[in-house]
């Protein structure tokens, strides 16, 4: 064997920096520098290994004299997925200067890569113009990249346009569109290419199953969650960790701890995020108690918290009125694990305290906690106002959303509901003033219910559905057995002229888009079936006393999934406690 046969033998085993440079000094004492197999070995390792170093990269790199095309992809792969990817698009910047080399596959991947990392918009158009005139425009790598590029920089219609355009794709492909969609947002377009990948008989892997079940949760479609479960099931996929917590995510947040229960039950292999889902299912359901079972039982098997593990368990507490507890686990987090509260640990203590009435201590966290200029702390503290009708606290709250430039609609209706039930005219006066000052508007609401492997939406007086004669006359009768089962409709109503209150306030109609949701479910579901709403924003009172008596009348267990934490109504009562 010749000593660069040698030589590259040891760089194929080479698994440390240390022993690459015991290598790299032998190949200068035999005068190997200018092989090119040799230092595109020693190029790769250094760019690309995890025990690698990008700097020495660099210094390997700028030696070749006539680097090719393999050692561009290897320095510009190196500086893409690295913490320098503006340097990549230098490289291959440089590349395109070259007059030894010209782009493949792979450098134009992690050149795309690192477009996306930067979020240069143009750059990803300029490097599409090249893959097009250098003949890669049918490439299932570069195409599956350039999807992602342009969706990364928000063109999600470009990165269908490249999807669609493909001769062929890959599995990778379809897995990285649904990606596309889903970080998006589209999560029903999302769902929707998987039943088109159904039609066209394409397999899935643990990725898919992974991509789609996020998307089920996002649109609370439970029904087609459990059709993936089964798939999984078939497809032996079951094992697969990240599977099983994405199936106890979806069960925990779609209000079935029952089956979370039993996924986690059967799994042979728990990591944090298995733990993290079911203290957060149990948290965000309301059930503290058993959150805070599953926390100890993670510490006695020796699984390390994080500090999603805490908000979770924060969660559970805030919602189930323990603060004693919350405050306990908040500075066990510090004191014991380590993990410096974030934001959101900040946001669940000013809950804990909000809801249970203790509103100076909830403003006393926020005094000292390092995000006094965060919008959602504030906002969080006045729906605690809301709560209790404390009008004080609440224009300190409303005050600094203002200087904060944060103020929307919803806020002020807030504030306002506050001074009505306070009877405080002239406050109510001024909200409906700084409304208008502001130019602001409210976010719209409204409610998802899935029925079968549909998903539905409606908004407040929503007149879109093509069903809603049929819904607007069973609405009547709804409210009708409501009422002789012991519904109310709120009394107390504060109107905004030209503003949508739904979520924020009780308006004046009363024809919310949770209540269509549920008259939908009832029309179109059979007797005794559960009824699952996702909504956007917080459930107003009325909404809540409707979902109620609805659940009393018509023996149905209704859960609502609003944007604070899940509702489950049986038999005219709720698993908050009135507690929300």
């Not at 070259?98 to 795309?112: E, H, I, K, N, V």
Request: net charge positive.
């Amino acid at each position: 064997m010749s000593t660069a046969q040698t030589i590259l033998a040891l760089l194929q085993g080479c698994n440390s920096l240390r022993r690459l440079k015991t290598i790299h000094a032998q190949v200068f004492v035999h005068g190997l520098q200018s092989n090119p197999s040799i230092s595109g070995k020693l190029l790769h390792f250094c760019a690309v290994s995890v025990s690698g170093c990008l700097a020495y990269a660099r210094t390997l790199f700028d030696r070749i004299e006539c680097p090719q095309t393999h050692d561009w992809s290897s320095i510009i792969r190196g500086f893409a997925v690295g913490a320098s990817p503006l340097e990549a698009l230098l490289y291959y910047n440089d590349m395109l200067g070259s007059s030894f080399s010209c782009p493949d596959s792979y450098s134009f991947s992690f050149a795309l890569k690192a477009c996306e990392r930067v979020g240069n918009e143009r750059k990803c158009g300029e490097i599409h113009g090249t893959v097009i005139r250098s003949g890669y425009e049918t490439d299932v790598l570069v195409c599956t990249n350039l999807m992602r590029c342009y969706a990364g920089n928000g063109m999600v219609e470009v990165a269908q346009k490249v999807f669609e355009g493909m001769s062929e794709r890959d599995l990778v492909s379809w897995n990285s569109m649904i990606s596309c969609y889903s970080q998006a947002g589209l999560h029903h377009e999302a769902l929707g290419l998987y039943r088109r990948m159904s039609k066209e008989n394409v397999d899935v892997d643990g990725f898919t199953l992974v991509g789609l079940l996020s998307c089920c949760i996002h649109v609370g479609a439970l029904n087609l969650g459990v059709e993936l479960h089964r798939r999984a099931s078939r497809e032996g996929l079951l094992g697969n960790i990240y599977v099983a917590n994405a199936l106890i995510d979806l069960y925990g947040k779609c209000g079935d701890l029952a089956r979370a229960l039993s996924i986690f039950n059967g799994m042979s292999i728990r990591d944090v995020f298995t733990w993290n889902s079911m203290i957060t299912a149990y948290g965000v359901n309301g059930c503290a108690d058993e959150a805070i079972l599953f926390f100890k039982q993670m510490l006695r098997e020796g699984a390390r918290p994080s500090s999603i593990t805490f908000l979770g368990l924060l969660s559970g507490c805030s919602h189930q009125g323990l603060v004693d507890k919350g405050v306990e686990f908040f500075h066990m987090m510090s004191s014991k694990f380590n993990l410096k509260p974030e934001i959101k640990h900040y946001g669940c203590m000013v809950d804990l305290y909000g809801r249970a009435g203790k509103l100076e201590k909830a403003l006393e966290i926020i005094g000292t906690s390092p995000f006094l200029v965060d919008p959602v702390i504030w906002r969080t503290l006045l729906g605690s106002c809301k709560i209790h009708q404390n009008a004080r606290i609440g224009e300190i709250a409303i005050k600094n959303l203002v200087q904060l430039s944060a103020c929307n609609a919803g806020d002020c209706i807030l504030l306002a509901t506050i001074y009505a039930e306070c009877n405080d005219k002239q406050g109510v006066a001024r909200m409906r003033r700084l409304i208008k000052s502001q130019g602001i508007r409210t976010t719209p609401g409204w409610s998802w219910i899935e029925i079968g492997n549909q998903v539905h939406r409606f908004f407040v007086d929503d007149q879109s559905h093509p069903d809603r004669d049929e819904i607007y006359r069973k609405l009547e009768e709804v409210i009708y057995r409501a009422r002789l089962a012991g519904y109310v409709n709120n009394k107390f109503q504060v109107t905004m002229p030209d503003l949508k209150c739904e979520g924020h306030m009780e308006s004046s109609s009363k024809y919310h888009s949770e209540k269509l949701a549920i008259t939908f479910g009832l029309v179109r579901t059979p007797e005794g079936t559960n009824l699952r709403i996702v909504k956007n924003l917080r459930i107003c009172r009325d909404c809540h006393s409707f979902a109620k008596f609805v659940s009393q009348a018509f023996s149905r267990e209704i859960i609502v999934r609003d944007r604070v934490r899940f509702h489950h109504f049986r038999g005219g009562v709720c698993s908050c406690k009135e507690y929300w």
